[in-house]
């Protein structure tokens, strides 16, 4: 681990909880308080340490994997591939897996999956950006 990876994982942990937030807590809070399957805001705050943890483990990963095949090419393009393909490896299978499981409306997990998948182009071009102009670690 040198340097930059450090100071790219924090910013990512960032990055991420801030996508969490807006998405979940925000855009999405309406439709999940509709569903009755999330946990009561008091009794999810007491949780909120695995939710940090869990974010700590996203970005690292997110960023490690990014930082071992980066390339010399165009960043941008790179990052959006990369988020795609992260969207693709998880986001989209997550979503449809509760959707089969759960009893989430079927709009609920477009809508995640949507905005997900949205969030996940957007960390791709952050690491990317991040990650301009150097080839793998």
Same mark, same amino acid.
């Given at each position: 681990?040198?340097?930059? !990876? ?34 009561? +805001?008091? +009794?999810? %705050? ?14 690292? $990963? !997110? ?14 393009? %790179? ?5 795609? $393909?992260?969207? !693709? ?19 609920? $997990?477009?809508? %995640? ?15 990317? !950006?991040?990650?301009?102009? %150097?080839?793998?670690?």
């Amino acid at each position: 681990m040198n340097k930059k !990876f450090l100071i790219a994982w924090l910013v990512m942990f960032v990055a991420y909880m801030a996508c969490g937030i807006v998405v979940h807590g925000v855009i999405l809070k309406d439709d999940y308080a509709a569903t009755g399957l999330m946990r009561p +805001e008091e +009794e999810a %705050q007491k949780l909120m340490h695995l939710m940090i943890l869990a974010h700590v483990f996203l970005a690292g $990963a !997110f960023t490690w994997i990014y930082a071992r095949g980066v390339e010399n090419k165009p960043w941008l393009g %790179q990052g959006l591939r990369f988020g795609l $393909a992260v969207a !693709f490896l998880a986001v989209i299978p997550i979503y449809t897996i509760y959707y089969v499981v759960q009893p989430t409306p079927g709009e609920l $997990a477009v809508k %995640q999956i949507v905005f997900d998948t949205v969030c996940t182009l957007i960390l791709g071009a952050l690491v990317a !950006f991040l990650y301009r102009g %150097q080839s793998r670690a």
